[in-house]
């Protein structure tokens, strides 16, 4: 993903989006995340925001129809909380899938203040997601979620 930089001017004739220096996004809303950077870009991350985690398989077609319920959510809640994507059959992503007892694909694990909060397993509608998310986001020490 990319965010907008500083403007700087334009030599004559060149079109106007030239103007725009692209850069990284440091914090993507939905990012990729392998066993090597879990601790860090899950675990760690929720202490300051709630982090959804995929667990996913690329020959698994649930998990190729709940990926865009999830990322209608996340991009609706505009920065909210942030989706990681982990797929279990690359490296030793299957290891992280042993250490949470997941059963089956697609498994999704809601982490907060350092800890799974919560998860489902199954593909679900962005509606029962967006629900299910407030359930636990917006209890009386959940982090406060927009509605969407």
């Known amino acids: 993903m990319v ?36 601790q860090s870009e899950v675990i760690t991350a929720s ?19 709940l990926s865009p319920q999830l990322e209608r959510v996340i991009h609706g809640l505009e920065g909210g909380i942030r989706l990681a994507k982990l797929e279990v059959d690359e490296g030793e992503n299957m290891r ?12 999704v694990i809601l982490f907060q203040g350092g ?14 997601i ?3 998310l407030l359930e636990h986001l917006n209890g009386p020490t959940g982090h406060e979620v927009g509605g969407a």
């Open 3 to 38: 965010g907008c930089g500083p403007e700087r001017p334009n030599p004559p004739g060149d079109p106007p989006w030239r103007s725009i220096v692209l850069r990284p996004d440091s914090n993507p809303p939905i990012f990729d995340v392998d066993l090597d950077r879990f």
């Open 47 to 65: 202490l300051e925001q709630p982090i959804l985690v995929d667990f996913w398989a690329d020959w698994c077609g649930p998990c190729h129809a």
């Open 96 to 107: 992280l899938a042993g250490r949470y007892g997941l059963r089956g694909f697609p498994t």
């Open 115 to 128: 800890q799974e909060i919560a998860r489902f397993s199954g593909v679900r509608s962005a509606h029962q």
């Open 130 to 132: 967006h629900d299910w």
